[in-house]
């Protein structure tokens, strides 16, 4: 393949308006110790693209080559890394891949990747001497992306596909003659789609040992989203099936003793050692997101934001991206989720939740549309500035855990990247309480985003719900009693209606989503006592609206005014909204306040409303 074609600007500092402050040189930017790869010079980013080798070619790429050399210096024969979706695991594996490869002769596609890893970290690192193992290795690589199907037959189907193409790729060795008439029949049986299912079950350990006795060199096998077909089998009802062949497909060819392996690299969201898939190998190391080895190998540092957004011409934009996109830590470094950057920057630095449009948010969607009211408050607090949980992690969880353990839900979230900690100390514990956060504003906005949509179901409806929140801004006291005692009655048993708490955590879910507000504040220290909700406007020309809450088993009608009164008197009685007329510091200007005074029993209710001028 012909190479692609190279600028050189040597030291240039400014071009076209934009100014840099490190040096591009034969298609490397290097600022401080971070290098990006721009081999084009178009500064084209590689939105959706996995494949090291396209992607160094065609786009920026963030120089993570040292990868390699911890590959290298390690002891483990078998390293699984576990880290959310979208954080660089599968261009990584491609790039061990590219870097260790020797190019198979039997793959049109294949070429001496050198050229791609001159200029990067690994190239000069330790004065060159990774450059031996560059080319020097037969590779295994297999994907398991596509192996996400309803029932167990297609699931088969494609690992059969994945597996026959790979040994297609190899397919030099139909031929090789190194290979007894015996072993170049095995694989003519595989590569010519004629094999039995035996055949495919032994089909990883077999083509790691053809490619020994072929090349006189232990292979490298990468496994990429190796949990992929797991937690599909299990959504779909062949987990059984498909945890017996990876156990046994996997294990006999990674736990050889090193008779013909070198070393093995697998990826993945979820750990899954319950699942008994590794239970054979004492030689597997899992490295997850609390390990501080590799932390800076997945996910992009701040100074790497930086020096790309200095590259790009973007640097005004970097307080605002690090608020949306930054957040996470990773062993003992703070973290970028990459795909929210990269896709920040190609859409003109608009904010957005670009990583949780990438799929379902299925932890979130679990916790917010089955949790009871103990969960919700949990899931408010988080989202309060500054909010937390704690909880302990067992990393080795998986979905299904959470219909027999419930407090397993913690460490999926934290799992799939919609909690962080840094509390990274004794990463192999699960005995250790972390204090658990929201990494920053796109997944805080994930997080509103499935309260709003389960709020508005209990609405009867977003139509619903918006005409519930503009009787609340309005002040119409008469219409907002009226839509609250439409969700009492479609929703009476929500969270067993029986305490002010249980109306509490109710009105709270009902209220985020309010256009032109934050998400409702709960239980705040305010004048002389704690209001119970409050909604503060981010824009100017819109009231501050502070409710406090009374319930009272079995009352009537009447009953319920007086309470509702007492409620709002509370409210002047003890200040809550006091500072709301202030402002603060970059806070916008009201039009007044709103106070309400709400009273509950059963599925009846009372609302009274006091506006004051501003």
Not at 363 to 381: F, N, S, T
Not at 509 to 525: D, H, K, Q, T
């Amino acid at each position: 393949m012909q190479r692609p074609f190279v600028y050189n600007r040597g030291n240039a500092t400014k071009e076209k308006g934009r100014t840099m402050t490190g040096t591009y040189e034969n298609g490397i930017y290097r600022e401080g110790d971070v290098r990006l790869s721009d081999l084009s010079g178009r500064r084209r980013l590689p939105i959706g693209r996995d494949g090291f080798a396209t992607a160094v070619q065609e786009s920026v790429v963030i120089d993570k080559s040292l990868l390699i050399a911890d590959v290298l210096n390690s002891s483990a024969a078998v390293t699984l890394f576990c880290r959310p979706r979208r954080f660089g695991k599968s261009l990584n594996m491609t790039m061990l891949k590219s870097f260790f490869e020797i190019p198979p002769a039997s793959d049109p596609n294949a070429e001496d990747a050198a050229y791609l890893f001159e200029g990067l970290s690994i190239w000069d690192a330790d004065d060159g001497r990774y450059r031996e193992h560059q080319g020097a290795y037969p590779v295994i690589y297999i994907s398991f992306n596509p192996v996400k199907k309803q029932c167990w037959e297609d699931a088969w189907g494609a690992l059969n596909q994945l597996i026959v193409w790979e040994y297609i790729r190899h397919g030099y060795l139909s031929d090789s003659a190194e290979l007894n008439e015996q072993e170049r029949a095995y694989f003519d049986r595989v590569a010519g789609w004629e094999a039995a299912d035996g055949d495919i079950e032994s089909s990883l350990i077999n083509l790691t040992r053809l490619l020994f006795k072929h090349h006189g060199r232990r292979p490298v096998v990468l496994i990429d989203e190796y949990d992929a077909p797991v937690m599909a089998a299990r959504d779909n009802g062949y987990y059984d099936e498909m945890v017996s062949f990876l156990k046994g497909w996997l294990t006999a060819a990674l736990k050889d003793g090193g008779q013909a392996l070198a070393f093995a690299c697998l990826t993945g969201v979820q750990r899954i050692s319950k699942e008994s898939i590794f239970s054979d190998l004492n030689n597997l190391v899992v490295n997850t997101s609390l390990n501080a080895k590799y932390d800076e190998r997945y996910g992009f540092t701040e100074d790497e934001v930086r020096a790309l957004a200095n590259y790009l011409g973007q640097s005004a934009h970097f307080p605002e991206m690090r608020q949306w996109y930054d957040g996470y830590r990773f062993g003992s470094v703070d973290v970028y989720n990459p795909w929210s950057v990269l896709n920040y920057f190609d859409n003109d630095c608009e904010c957005a939740p670009y990583w949780g449009n990438t799929s379902s948010n299925a932890p979130i969607a679990a916790m917010v549309r089955g949790g009871d009211a103990r969960l919700m408050r949990k899931v408010y607090e988080l989202l309060k500035a500054g909010g937390s949980v704690e909880a302990a992690l067992d990393l080795s969880v998986v979905f299904g855990d959470l219909d027999a353990r419930p407090e397993a839900l913690w460490s999926l979230l934290y799992l799939a990247g919609y909690l962080t900690t840094d509390d990274t100390e004794q990463p192999n514990s699960k005995d250790v309480v972390r204090r658990l956060r929201i990494p920053n504003l796109e997944i805080a906005s994930l997080y509103r985003s499935e309260i709003i949509d389960r709020f508005a179901q209990i609405a009867g409806g977003r139509d619903c719900l918006i005409d519930l929140h503009r009787a609340l801004v309005d002040g119409d006291a008469g219409l907002l009693a009226e839509e609250l005692e439409d969700v009492l009655l479609n929703s009476a048993s929500f969270y067993d209606l029986t305490s002010e708490n249980s109306y509490h955590m109710l009105l709270v879910g009902l209220l985020f989503g309010v256009p032109g507000y934050g998400n409702p504040a709960s239980n705040r220290e305010a004048g002389r006592g704690r209001f119970d909700i409050r909604l503060a406007p981010e824009r100017a020309g819109l009231p501050a609206v502070t409710l406090e809450l009374k319930f009272e088993h079995g009352a009537d009608a009447s009953r319920l005014q007086v309470l509702a009164t007492e409620a709002l008197a509370q409210i002047e009685a003890r200040a809550y909204d006091a500072d709301t007329a202030r402002g603060g510091a970059g806070a916008p200007s009201t039009a007044g306040s709103l106070r309400y005074g709400i009273a509950f029993s059963g599925k009846s209710l009372a609302v009274v409303v006091d506006r004051r001028p501003s």
